[in-house]
């Protein structure tokens, strides 16, 4: 979590007043963000594993973990750029922090439900509800823990700016909107060939 | 620890049995498993008497199985929640709060039992024995949900929609294992197996259950047969 | 609509027997690490649960040398305080800290009669082949940390022996307070104990620097 407030500055000897360049804490290294991106595959994987045919496990290992990765992937730009551009306090790599913890939180998530989805998988015929749950899930809670670092991220001011939080509705809705135009294209291909 | 003074405290003060550096898992798992599945045994025993005869060693050999499911397959995700959550919480941690709440709920149900046995005995309604069973387990499950819920250590942010959350996927796990394990009451003209073939899940018996209330006695399987197998049975209703 | 095959009987067999096979291998590991053989067994039913102890080592074997007495004294103080004149009297957090607080103490000079023993026979069956001068310097380095671990180890069996007089001290003040009420401080009695068996690490220490 990034440290908020006036702790986390390093203190100077000669004055009160914390430096200009806040500490940040340290970020999520890049085999972990990874791991995060394969949690969620596997986890989709294993949901799809109640299908009991190899191509839809297969189809359901990279395609499963594409919305929530790809809606990251496509929104991080439009958020960092409308921030610059509205002036706001952050700085662009407390943004970037924060959602490089919002994909290991997800994909986290996504590797604890790996039995869940096992269980159900070897046991009901529930496997396309798992599979939606398995992508909604970690999902869901990227997109909290996302808000959260984001606001956060936003450590200046007393009373989050009104802008600032236009903006985190704005970038969560067309977060949404994208994850879920994803998931419908992965969906088709991922159920491609089963029997309807 | 004698499994006498175990139960006293896991009754009394369970938050003693985390006090003190480190987690004691190694030191007090086997006692809390052992009193999960004496006491669920117990309260299987009582259930299996409403059909009697073998049905008493089937549940109670099958209660302990459905009360630890949960822990066995769902604690990974449960402690991914809280970490996301920011809450700093140790998988040992965990898996000891909820060893702790498990063994309490267990020992309350069992408590129960001899009060349910009583109903039973003077022949209940098979629907009304049902209502007293998920009465019974839910008032004993709330308390071990409580008594977990104050084991896990403080801190972290939107705690009430992590408990939330994670009693989403606990109750979920839980109720497809008790789907799974069925049947615990036997209807009296029911056949007595120890599990029924795995047919459809839990919600679908909850959705032909809520049709049927409404009048419609489809049942679940008229619905259901051609997006199933065509082996799977119908169901007795029985659980 | 989508058509969901039931055929999750090959899965789910395949489910059973990996997690088996993971019990198995959890319970052995376990096992070898020296964890009592229920933790085994546990882990073996129920492995998810005892994963996290893969990374401790278990408990080690054998008692210390007042472990008898510990037992005794602590019985004596349970019987003492489920007598009805101490029903008011509510110890039990306090009471489990100095029960374990006693039997680790207990361990650890069970360990340090272990490693005496051990050193001990090694000297005893020291490798003849090594130099005169250089043998008589290790030996008299050897001895020098045999005497102060054995002074260390008298000095806390001295203050575990004054605790356990200490709770029968406790016994007797039990039956005061059930007469005087609430007037006796047995709690604080309580926790003074433990408060002396924590501080065995200080006194060991001075006893080595006296």
């Known amino acids: 979590m990034v440290v908020t407030d006036a702790a986390s500055f390093p203190a100077r000897p000669d004055s009160w007043a914390p430096p200009l360049t806040p500490v940040l804490e340290a970020a999520p290294s890049v085999p972990t963000v990874l791991w995060s991106i394969v949690a969620m595959g596997l986890v989709a994987a294993s949901a799809a594993l109640g299908a009991a045919e190899p191509a839809v496990v297969v189809r359901a290992l990279p395609a499963l973990a594409a919305p929530a990765i790809g809606a990251v992937v496509l929104t991080a730009p439009a958020l960092l750029a409308l921030h610059q551009f509205l002036g706001l306090d952050a700085a662009p790599e407390r943004l970037v922090l924060a959602l490089s913890r919002a994909v290991v939180a997800g994909g986290r998530i996504a590797l604890g439900l790996v039995p869940v989805m096992l269980f159900f998988a070897a046991t009901s015929t529930l496997w396309p509800v798992a599979l939606a749950a398995a992508v909604a899930i970690p999902g869901l809670a990227m997109a909290c823990v996302a808000l959260l670092g984001l606001r956060d991220a936003e450590t200046e001011a007393l009373i989050m700016p009104p802008r600032f939080a236009l903006l985190l509705v704005a970038w969560a809705g067309l977060s949404l909107a994208i994850a879920v135009r994803i998931a419908v294209s992965m969906a088709d291909l991922v159920l491609a060939g089963v029997p309807s | 620890m004698a499994l006498l003074q175990l139960t006293v405290r896991v009754l009394r003060s369970p938050a003693s049995l985390l006090d003190g550096d480190g987690v004691p898992l190694a030191k007090l798992a086997p006692g809390l498993l052992a009193l999960v599945v004496l006491a669920g045994g117990l309260f299987g025993l009582v259930i299996g008497s409403y059909r009697g005869g073998i049905q008493h060693v089937f549940a109670a050999i099958k209660l302990p199985g459905v009360l630890l499911l949960p822990l066995l397959v769902a604690l990974p995700a449960v402690r991914a929640l809280y970490l996301a959550a920011g809450m700093p919480l140790g998988y040992d941690r965990l898996a000891l709060a909820a060893l702790i709440g498990v063994a309490r709920a267990s020992l309350l149900a069992a408590a129960m039992g001899p009060a349910l046995w009583l109903m039973y005995s003077v022949h209940l309604d098979y629907h009304v024995a049902v209502m007293c069973l998920c009465g019974a387990l839910v008032l004993a499950g709330a308390t071990g949900l409580i008594t977990i819920g104050q084991l896990l250590p403080g801190g972290g942010r939107l705690r009430a929609v992590t408990h939330l959350a994670a009693l989403g996927v606990a109750g979920v796990v839980f109720a497809q294992g008790g789907w799974l394990l069925r049947p615990f009451l036997v209807r009296p003209r029911a056949e007595v197996t120890f599990v029924r073939p795995i047919e459809a899940d839990v919600f679908s018996s909850v959705g032909a259950a809520w049709r049927s209330s409404r009048g419609d006695y489809r049942g679940w399987e008229a619905q259901s047969v051609p997006m199933w197998a065509p082996e799977a049975e119908p169901a007795e209703g029985s659980r | ?210």
């Open chain 3, 1 to 210: 609509m989508i058509t969901a095959v039931v055929t999750f009987e090959p899965l789910g067999y395949a489910l059973v027997g990996s997690y088996l096979v993971v019990g198995a291998v959890v319970a052995t590991l376990l096992a070898r690490r020296g964890h009592a053989p229920a933790v085994a067994l546990g882990a073996f039913a129920c492995w998810p649960l005892f994963v996290p102890l893969l990374g401790q080592r278990g408990r080690a074997p054998g008692v210390g040398p007042v472990h008898d007495r510990i037992v005794e004294a602590l019985a004596a103080l349970r019987d003492a305080m489920a007598e009805p004149g101490a029903e008011a009297l509510d110890l039990p957090g306090d009471l489990e800290g100095l029960v374990g607080d006693l039997h680790r103490a207990d361990e650890r000079l069970a360990m340090v009669d272990r490693l005496l023993a051990s050193v001990g026979r090694e000297r005893a069956t020291a490798a003849p082949g090594s130099s005169a001068e250089a043998a008589g310097g290790h030996a008299n380095g050897v001895l020098q940390g045999i005497d102060e671990l054995g002074r260390a180890r008298a000095a806390t069996l001295a203050q575990i022996h004054a605790v356990l007089d200490g709770v029968v001290q406790l016994r007797l003040q039990i039956g005061l307070r059930s007469l005087a009420g609430n007037s006796v401080p047995v709690q604080e009695r309580l926790r003074d104990l433990r408060s002396r068996l924590a501080a065995i690490d200080e006194i060991a220490a001075m006893e080595l620097h006296a």
